[in-house]
């Protein structure tokens, strides 16, 4: 299968056959693999999906795009976190996590041989969803700083044909760097002289231990012209296996997005949903306790 041949094995997959081998000899095996969230899951938020679970007409089709209330919730978080106005109905997605958001993005934007920046070392999806999707990969350095912005210049005079998109990922997984406003100022200003689609991976917006919150690239003025971000629950409320995620930003862009998921999925299940509401509408001193218990 043509698709199947541009794909190595998933580097987790492996990384779990091997310790499934491992612990089968009977070896004590300490997991440094996949970033998988072991504590609770925050217990009003778990009310939350029990009670919805109760009612039948959630047990229906739910809204591929995300139901009203937890796209509204989204808005507010971004509101109130990064001074972020967004339109709930035009400029927000509910994804199942941002690996899905990623790889649904790439099927919307993506014409084969289309050539897409993306960050070295980086998050599997960050690449593979635009290889799936017939482009073509250019590696960039990962450090935020004038270097990148050179090497960026040079990718964008040297690559035919001229690259389509450009993958940010800070907090980075896995090197932890993280970027500045200046630095999405700069990065923005460009992508919008050179007509460049911009997806910053924003999934680790909450883990940070230094009291200095990791910035938006929605901040910065002019963004959502060429921007959208996604976003995670995993890591903030402990979610990993509930799949929920967004992607917000240029309406443009998150219409192409809706259009795709539109035909493959009905989003997640309703009562998940619910309790994603729950988790962004709620108490916050869940997400605190996540920071410390990290740190």
């Known amino acids: 299968f043509h698709r199947i041949k541009r794909?190595?094995?998933y580097v987790f997959a492996e990384v779990n056959r091997l310790k499934q081998d491992a612990r089968a000899a009977g070896a004590d095996i300490i997991d440094f693999g996949m970033g998988n969230p072991d504590g609770a899951t925050p217990q009003h938020i778990v009310?939350?999906?029990?009670?919805?679970?109760?009612?039948?007409?959630?047990?229906?089709?739910?809204?591929s795009k995300g139901i009203p209330g937890l796209r509204k919730a989204q808005a507010k978080y971004y509101d109130r976190r990064f001074g972020v106005k967004l339109n709930p109905e035009t400029e927000i997605v509910a994804t199942l996590g941002s690996k899905e958001g990623f790889a649904n993005m790439a099927q919307a934007i993506t014409a084969p041989g289309d050539v897409v920046l993306v960050p070295n070392p980086t998050y599997p999806i960050h690449a593979f969803g635009f290889i799936i999707s017939g482009g073509v990969i250019r590696h960039l350095p990962v450090e935020p700083d004038d270097h990148f912005i050179e090497a960026l210049d040079r990718a964008m005079n040297f690559s035919v044909p001229k690259p389509v998109a450009l993958v940010l990922n800070y907090p980075s997984n896995p090197t932890a760097k993280v970027a500045s406003?200046?630095?999405?100022?700069?990065?923005?200003?460009?992508?919008?002289?050179?007509?460049?689609?911009?997806?910053?991976?924003?999934?680790?917006?909450?883990?940070?231990?230094?009291?200095?919150?990791?910035?938006?690239?929605?901040e910065v003025e002019g963004a959502k012209d060429v921007a959208v971000e996604f976003t995670s629950l995993s890591k903030t409320y402990s979610m990993p296996g509930w799949r929920m995620g967004f992607a917000v930003g240029n309406?443009?862009?998150?219409?192409?997005?809706?259009?795709?998921?539109?035909?493959l999925d009905y989003g997640a299940f309703t009562p998940i949903q619910v309790a994603a509401t729950a988790a962004l509408n709620g108490d916050q001193s869940c997400v605190s306790e996540m920071r410390a218990l990290y740190q």
């Open 47 to 63: 009310d939350k999906l029990v009670e919805a679970v109760q009612d039948p007409r959630s047990h229906r089709y739910s809204a």
């Open 7 to 9: 794909l190595p094995p």
């Open 251 to 263: 309406e443009r862009l998150i219409g192409a997005l809706a259009r795709v998921k539109s035909y």
């Open 181 to 218: 406003l200046d630095f999405y100022k700069d990065v923005v200003k460009y992508a919008r002289k050179n007509n460049l689609i911009l997806l910053s991976d924003l999934a680790y917006s909450e883990v940070f231990f230094d009291g200095n919150p990791p910035p938006s690239i929605l």
